[in-house]
């Protein structure tokens, strides 16, 4: 099964692209690890950047409705842009936009 769930943070304002009709949202997104270092209780956040893409109804909402810092919980396939390629980019199926917090 190839689902990936995420809950993160848009790092920027999405741009629609529409191709024949078609539309499309390529997004930079942004998670956090946590981490507590054991012998010192020292807590540290680091970012990590997924990058995600829309399309159709789906990329139309997310234009509207989120912006850049925009908190969202995203359901996701994982997929290589072509068969030679093996950088990643996960696709979104499903999504919540959260209220600005």
Do not use: Q
């Amino acid at each position: 099964m190839n689902v990936c769930i995420f809950t993160g943070y848009l790092s920027e304002d999405p741009v629609l692209v529409k191709n024949d009709g078609v539309s499309f949202l390529d997004l930079e997104f942004v998670v956090y690890n946590y981490r507590t270092t054991k012998k010192t209780k020292e807590k540290s956040k680091t970012p990590v950047y997924i990058y995600l893409e829309a399309w159709h109804t789906g990329a139309e909402t997310i234009h509207k409705m989120a912006h850049k810092g925009t908190k969202m919980t995203v359901s996701t396939i994982a997929k290589n842009p072509s068969d030679d390629d093996s950088s990643t980019v996960f696709r979104i199926n499903e999504f919540d936009i959260h209220p600005d917090e």
